[in-house]
DNA sequence: AGGTACTGTGGGAGCGCTCCCACCAGTGAT
DNA sequence: ATCACTGGTGGGAGCGCTCCCACAGTACCT
């Protein structure tokens, strides 16, 4: 029976000491061209790297993490019951984006889902213990506690989507804003007059940041804003269908519908086709997100595109900044921490 | 300047040895509980726990990693230039099934890309250094030299769908063949008799047992099987319109067509669309996987739907046996480790 | 000739665990 | 009484790194 946690290697894999000996150089060198460091002379360097590619020299992350202090790994967060994020094109381009970009880097990527009340419990756990670097959050409501947690255990974190006006956190959002008022501008530029809007949840800042955009697209026309042509929904399917029922019932004249997203816009969809209502048309529609659904809609849906897989680099480049300027006592300002990017129209023939 | 480590502790997170101290026992005592060893008295047990709780102790994973050897850590492996695997909803389902698996266990979920030549040589790295206790391959293609380095480094691993029917791995699949079965007995049952099956890529194994599927629904039900009904495709949109025209062109008489996937069937429908063929009244469609597509498409799809969420929890617990079980000499037979879990047809209006 | 200031380098200490050996009661068999 | 055992426990050693102090060597001043 060999020494002790044996399993598994045959000779074992080589450790910093087995490459020093080699290099002919002290443990202390081998760290230090194996982290970059400046203070190295080349001859030593290339001496240790030879040693390295010999031997076949991995460094042992359980070992840095512990000695060092730190886990080069990122935990993205996903509140999973939204099975609506996690089903949609969104999540998957975001993990694109933020996979691409940390592909650069020597970081991880930990995927966590904080769905259940257990689920987040670990999750506390596992923040408590500081097993990542930093943390990405993505579609966070209002009222979660996770990023006040965060900041009390000091833990770097950025998040899709502002959970307010006055949100502290560093954030990568698209423009809402400016999406909803593309969407309701070419509906007018179009001809249509009574453009109805189908909300989000009003507890997600995004889609009240639409439903700003929408107001602001009619006002800079030119024209009132009718309340009436405005209904809550969900986001879901069945939101957007009842909605556009309860539209109809109100606004028989309805001419144009610029709904939430996608899926709220295949609800009222249906809606409009139980009422008889031609697409586009009798009425228009425009959707949000431009996910695979707008494509295969009948008529394929106009929607707005966000530059998700942008996001989820530019979310990685906040992050890693943050995790490097840790060091200096941050409070430093939000000046490059909050971006805005701009979303664009894609038009189908539904408009 | 304190000691050695010292970022941003405010007195320190809690260790093992507080623990002990707290409690009146030893290091060894405290760790014993908290792996749940049974050799530890009631009373002891109780004392630890105390202590754990009032200090709010949480174990440092990079100490325990380095000292077990082990990580509690698995990877999932996206081989990510399939675009179309990313946007599907088979992986979010996937990923759904496995995080709530994996939420029932200490274990980590990672995520690695292994897209580009780059990403897989830092996989590569990263397997070597042995990071993760076992990792989970999704849509392998048969000629992916992934696998025969997970063997030799002998890292236990789980496949979903096998390479080919010899495959070694332990690997969770749905029933490929007989979903494609009960797709043209559907088809059959209504009356049609001219069935094309526009397929999948050939290399990849599932898609093979699909066009099987599809011969012996035929012969079962006494029909020679028509050569000049089968048509190549490669599960994308595009593939799905050329082969859809191919079929038009060759055998204008086809009645009904069972496509590999959903998006397939999508291309399908377009091409048929423009031949002027009304689906279902001229021509039956049946897709496969029954995503979000299927349900949007007009007319909404038939398909064939498998359990994914389900095959991702499989998959994890497969992967924890073998975890486990790699301490006896391994070698046990491969009979519980390669399962098939059956599909469902749902019909729609498209048949 | 003796400072002073570097750049490079070696190696001790320590990160917080797990493993295992040693040891201390009890308990039952001899 | 003596000799196994057994369940329960303490604590040394060691996992493979990083950090930092100490020190050699060289270069440039006084």
Redesign the interface.
Known sequence: MASH?A??RSGG?PTLEEVAARAGVGRGTVSRVINGSPRVSDATRAAVEAAVAEL?Y??????R?????R?D?IA?V?P?PETRF??E?Y???M??GV??EL?ETEM??????AG?D??RQ?LA??L????VDGVLLVSVHADDPLPDLLAQL?IPAVISGPRSAAETLPSVDSDNYGGARQAVEHLLSRGRSRIAHITGRRDVYGAQRRVDGYRAALSGAGHEVDETLIEGGDFTEEGGRRAMAALLERRPDVDAVFAASDVTA?GARQALREAGRRIPDDVALVGYDDS??AR???PPLTSVRQPIEEMGRRMIDLLLTEIAD??PLASRGLERRQLVLATELVPRSSS
């Open positions: 946690g399993r598994g894999r076949g991995v460094p042992n992350t359980a070992a993490a512990l000695a060092a202090n886990t790994a993205l996903v999973e996690f089903a094109p999540f998957s381009d993990l694109k996979g691409s592909s991880q990527l930990l995927l966590i889902f259940s257990r689920e670990r756990q596992y408590a213990a500081h097993r000091e295949a695979a659904i295969h809609l009948d840790r060091r």
